[in-house]
């Protein structure tokens, strides 16, 4: 299967998920001192792939224009003007840490379905302000004034066009398939990867009630411990506003549809991770 095959969806989910993925900690964290929060070693701990009988699968088609990239590490530059066309706002290109920017697309995507993302690797800033909490029966919730602090991040999201964002992560694929691969994921794709994390981003719940919060030490917890039990960026989605979390995955699934127009079905040898 080539590579250049897989392109299309790392870059919308950053831009539509990774908006959400450094709300977490921002919203979470009090006037108390912060406390640092790490993932394990990926790569050191990926379990060795077994190779199984060929399988059929959805994979993406080949970009309609192939274009000269850059080498990864010397990517940076060459990714945000790629985003500064695409969005053609250079205010909101503000939004994004333009350093290692590939990367740490690739390791948040990839741990949003864990229960933890890394702080030092999201590739956009923080929300500004503090997280916003009320009171409502003597229980403290989220406010629903919190989600007025993500009002440029959904501006973001609101302003990507699906399909032109499908054809420029067409394009710079190699980069985001040899950022996995380096992350611990030889032989697999991080096209698989990306849709898994949509599906279960759209399987988020949405909670119309009041949320409910806790405060043992540090930081903001669910009361609901079925909620706090879940992913990272399920928990993202859910304390950013009903609202906001609508909207993200509305986008997400016109990401995830333009996707599907450009994938094709293919024998291709099956990875079995025990």
């Excluded at 640092?36 to 379990?47: G, R």
């Excluded at 080498?71 to 939004?95: C, H, T, Y």
């Excluded at 691969?181 to 096209?191: A, C, I, V």
Aim: net charge negative.
């Amino acid at each position: 299967m080539k590579k250049s095959t897989l392109k299309t969806m790392a870059l919308l989910l950053l831009i539509s998920i990774g908006i959400a993925a450094y709300l977490y900690f921002q919203h979470e964290q009090t006037n108390t001192a912060p406390q640092s929060v790490d993932i394990p070693d990926i790569a050191s701990t990926t379990l060795q792939p077994e190779k199984t009988e060929p399988e059929t699968r959805q994979i993406l088609n080949a970009p309609e224009e192939e274009i000269t990239l850059p080498q990864l590490e010397s990517s940076d530059n060459f990714m945000a003007a790629a985003l500064e066309k695409l969005l053609n706002n250079k205010a909101l290109m503000g939004i994004f840490i333009n350093d290692q920017l590939i990367n740490n697309i690739v390791v948040t995507i990839d741990n949003l379905p864990r229960k933890q993302v890394t702080m030092r690797l999201m590739p956009i800033k923080k929300a500004p302000g503090q997280f916003v909490i009320a009171e409502n029966d003597e229980q403290k919730i989220i406010s629903p004034k919190n989600q007025a602090r993500y009002s440029n991040y959904m501006q973001l999201a609101e302003s990507i066009d699906a399909s032109q964002l499908v054809k420029l992560y067409i394009q710079l694929y190699p980069l985001f398939q040899q950022s996995y691969e380096q992350l611990g994921y030889p032989n697999q794709y991080f096209n698989d990867r990306l849709m898994t994390v949509i599906d279960h981003l759209l399987a988020t719940p949405e909670i119309t009630e009041p949320i409910s919060l806790i405060q043992p030490k540090f930081f903001y917890l669910y009361a609901d411990a079925e909620l706090e039990n879940r992913s990272i960026g399920q928990r993202i989605l859910m304390r950013i506003g009903l609202d906001n979390e609508r909207m993200i995955k509305a986008k997400l699934s016109e990401i995830r549809q333009a996707l599907i127009l450009h994938m094709h079905e293919q024998k291709v040898e099956a990875i079995k991770t025990n």
